[in-house]
């Protein structure tokens, strides 16, 4: 009876491990997945630039809190891209594009990557759960 319930909550500390792992995997894949989603709207922002004929677009500049300027972009044939850790970049539309169209797949890696560690510990959390049922017959 004893060894049972040291089975028992070697099992049940085994699965608040799991169930925090498994809580920072979803945590991560939620920025994973916010992080692509902003840098695929930046790309859809400039591909959508390409077709404009106008000289000069008129656009509107966010300032935060729902506020904005009204602006003109006044070249419109290169973008400066963030490179990280601070740095940004002139680049054209195009490698702007390109550039933007790697990180995406980066992102892409990055949360099938996190969704199979979930899922490794989605089943481990299952298994631990059985074994527990098993040991409470």
């Known amino acids: ?5 040291e089975k028992l ?3 049940a ?3 608040q ?5 498994a809580q920072l995997l979803s945590q991560n894949l939620e920025l994973l997945t916010l992080g692509r989603n902003e840098f695929s709207a930046v790309k859809e922002t400039l591909e959508s630039l390409k077709g404009v004929e106008d000289e000069k677009p008129e656009v509107l500049i966010p300032l935060g809190a729902g506020s904005f300027l009204r ?4 070249d419109k044939e290169n973008a400066i891209v963030s490179v990280g850790s601070g740095y940004a970049v002139q680049k054209s539309l195009e490698d702007a594009v390109e550039y933007l169209s790697k990180r995406i797949r980066d992102y892409d890696e ?3 990557k996190t969704q199979e560690a979930l ?4 089943v481990q959390l299952r298994d631990l759960a059985k074994r527990a049922q098993e040991l409470q017959k």
Request: proline share 0%; hydrophobic share 50%.
């Open 1 to 5: 009876m004893a060894e049972r319930n």
């Open 9 to 11: 909550e070697k099992l």
């Open 13 to 15: 500390y085994e699965y």
């Open 17 to 21: 491990l799991l169930q925090a792992q």
């Open 71 to 74: 602006g003109l972009i006044v």
């Open 110 to 112: 990055a949360i099938a």
């Open 119 to 122: 899922r490794a510990v989605d």
